[in-house]
């Protein structure tokens, strides 16, 4: 069951944001969020969450710088962050997964498929 996973969602998109809020409350996980890259590594360490979803195209600091700075903290090298963008290149999910991303996909984004990936990111026995 997701209940006491804590998924923190970052997007700068707040309709994306909300509807990324409902489907995971929906599915059980508890959801903090972040409109930016600043505030996604403020968050992150604040509440330290079982799995990050970040956006890459983030105003100020992207997704990618994010992702850097809060694998440096030792207590975050092991939460999976999957990137979600709207990018389908190649080269942004190589760039994802070089930043430190677990996973990478593509909006409009499949909530019931992100669900799944979620669950396999976090088995059962890796709860906090």
Not at 69 to 86: G, H, N
Request: with cysteine; net charge negative.
């Amino acid at each position: 069951m997701a209940s006491s996973r804590t998924v923190l969602v970052v997007e700068d998109d707040e309709d994306i944001r909300l509807a990324l809020r409902f489907a995971l409350e929906d599915f059980g996980y508890r959801v903090v969020e972040a409109g930016t890259g600043a505030e996604a590594i403020e968050v992150a360490w604040r509440t330290c969450p079982n799995i990050i979803l970040m956006d890459l195209s983030l105003p100020v600091l992207d997704g990618l710088t994010a992702t850097r700075r809060i694998r440096e903290d030792p207590q975050m090298k092991e939460v999976p962050i999957v990137a979600v963008t709207a990018h389908y290149e190649a080269q942004f999910r190589a760039n994802a997964l070089a930043a430190g991303c677990n996973a990478y996909t593509t909006k409009p984004i499949d909530f019931d498929w992100l669900n799944e990936l979620i669950k396999q990111l976090l088995p059962e026995d890796g709860n906090k």
